[in-house]
């Protein structure tokens, strides 16, 4: 009788992939962010990526960056962080303790939403605005909240 199967993916890479499966539904040209939160029970929680709102027609929104706010994406698009916990279903006190998998390094904004959640962990692929000052006030967020980050590398 054979044994069962012993090359499978880990629970981090798995859930880091649902998070890069999420990106692919952004329709932001420039950066496709995706995230994935498993509860501690190694279940997927809750799902989101960088949208507009889902009550906003982004056929008619403005996808570039611009210094007129009424004009810029970032006026308007909820980072997939946020969605993700906007997306959860159940009871809040239910993300408590919860792990996010994100492909970008979350924002300051993020990060405070993050906190505020319980969210207990994040883990990223990317940290492409490392030592920005945004950056540096997402670290001490986190880091004054006891939320523990790491960065996972991926074969893909």
Request: aromatic residues 8%; charged residues 20%; proline residues 4%.
């Amino acid at each position: 009788m054979p044994g069962k199967r012993t090359n499978v993916i880990s629970w981090d890479e798995f859930f880091m992939r649902v998070a890069i499966a999420a990106s692919l539904r952004s329709k932001d040209p420039k950066t496709q962010v995706g995230a994935c939160i498993a509860g501690t029970d190694q279940r997927i929680l809750s799902v989101g990526y960088n949208g507009t709102p889902s009550r906003m027609n982004d056929d008619d929104f403005p996808w570039q960056d611009s210094e007129d706010p009424l004009l810029d994406k970032h006026s308007y698009v909820i980072h997939a962080e946020t969605n993700a916990i906007l997306n959860y279903r159940g009871s809040l006190r239910d993300l408590e303790g919860a792990t996010v998998y994100v492909t970008l390094f979350p924002c300051q904004e993020c990060a405070k939403v993050l906190a505020q959640a319980g969210i207990a962990e994040v883990v990223y692929l990317s940290n492409k605005y490392a030592g920005t000052p945004g950056n540096e006030v997402s670290k001490a967020v986190l880091n004054r909240c006891g939320i523990n980050y790491r960065q996972l590398i991926l074969d893909i």
